[in-house]
């Protein structure tokens, strides 16, 4: 149990267009859901903190017009990376918390984002 | 198969003792190593990483870790414990990807 996926697992898109990234816990609720991005051999860095129905808590420096964060249910939380440009290229990962559970983060597989 | 173990699901040590959480990893080539620490109720936090040079690597809030190729372990350390310590901490290996712990939970006792 406790499997979290990522839709989808890689994009390539062009300058100037937006992509959403869709994380999903599939055998338990997540009340809360965190989106993180990583920059290849580098650590993690924790973008936002979000909690479903409420809106996401982002992290000093992480621009919240850019990197919409929409936890619209207990499964689904959804990163929109708009206007994307090719600093924006990089791994991004969602962990998400069990209701209710111990406070262990599951982490999905991430999603590789390539601007060109 | 890579893999990373933190073979304690929890470590219990009394203020101002010192700490260790234990890490051995199976992974192929040189990774880089990271630790990360998640406070109750937050996402994870970047506490440090090995790369190459010292073996022994100083990171944030006064831990560090020690790098043994031979041993394959990347054991976190802090020479006096807090209070404020207490969380879950993550080692992670990684190659093109971080391969994850179970992670270890640590409790600091007064």
């Known amino acids: 149990g406790a499997v979290v996926s990522q839709h989808p697992s890689r994009v390539i898109c062009k300058s100037g267009t937006s992509v959403k990234i869709e994380c999903r816990s599939l055998?338990?609720?997540?009340?809360?859901m965190f989106w993180y991005r990583q920059f290849p051999k580098q650590s993690l860095m924790l973008m936002a903190t979000?909690?479903?129905?409420?809106?996401?808590?982002?992290e000093q420096g992480v621009e919240k017009d850019k990197f919409l964060i929409n936890h619209a249910s207990l499964t689904l939380s959804t990163l929109t990376v708009t206007s994307a440009h090719p600093e924006d290229s990089s791994f991004y990962i969602c962990s998400a918390k069990r209701a209710g559970g111990p406070d262990t983060q599951y982490f999905g597989p991430g999603t590789r984002l390539t601007v060109l | 198969a890579q893999s990373v173990a933190q073979p304690e699901d929890q470590v219990n040590v009394a203020e101002g003792n010192p700490l260790t959480v234990k890490c051995t990893y199976s992974v192929s080539g040189n990774p880089y190593l990271f630790w990360y620490v998640q406070y109750p109720n937050r996402g994870l936090q970047f506490l440090l990483k090995?790369?190459?040079?010292d073996n022994l690597v100083k990171g944030s809030y006064g831990f560090e870790a020690e790098f043994n190729k031979s041993q394959t372990s990347f054991h976190l350390k802090k020479p006096s414990a807090l209070l404020s310590d207490s969380a879950l901490y993550f080692c992670a290996p990684n190659l093109d990807q971080l391969i994850w712990g179970a992670g270890t939970k640590l409790i600091i006792k007064p």
């Open positions: 055998d338990f609720q997540a009340t809360t």
């Open positions: 090995y790369i190459t040079g």
């Open positions: 979000s909690n479903e129905g409420s809106k996401a808590t982002y």
